[in-house]
Nanobody, 126 residues
Framework: QLVESGGGSVQAGGSLRLSCEVS?????????SGWFRQAPGKEREGIAF???????SYADSVKDRFTISEDKEKDTLILQMDNLKPEDTAMYYC?????????????????????WGQGIQVTVSS
């Protein structure tokens, strides 16, 4: 199971740090882990991904502002979000895939991810 934490409300320009804890297995056993978000009335979009050798991939909308990483000691997937904008307001989900035939990037289809957290709200005010 995946459990997110760290969401909340912040003003534009601020920062938040999301965490995703995994039970039973560790993130290193997943081929691909990542963060998605879904704003009201919009489709879920993948924004940041980390493959099992540490390669990261970002959506253009968050590149240079968000950083995905893994805390191996705590077995936690981290999303550091800096310079937040009102358009970053959404429900954020962590997800993981044991294997995909599409690699591990923003182009990996959502249905490749079998493991999902319950989601956590991030609200950015202007």
């Amino acid at each position: 199971q995946l459990v997110e934490s760290g969401g909340g409300s912040v003003q534009a320009g601020g920062s938040l740090r999301l965490s995703c804890e995994v039970s039973i297995v560790n993130f290193g056993s997943f081929f691909c882990s990542g963060w998605f978000r879904q704003a009201p009335g919009k489709e879920r979009e993948g924004i940041a991904f980390l493959d099992m050798v540490g390669g990261a991939s970002y959506a253009d909308s968050v590149k240079d502002r968000f950083t995905i990483s893994e805390d191996k000691e705590k077995d936690t997937l981290i999303l550091q979000m800096d310079n937040l904008k009102p358009e970053d307001t959404a429900m954020y989900y962590c997800a993981a895939a044991s294997w995909t035939s599409y690699g591990c990037s923003v182009n990996t289809p959502t249905q490749m991810f079998a493991y999902w957290g319950q989601g956590i709200q991030v609200t950015v005010s202007s």
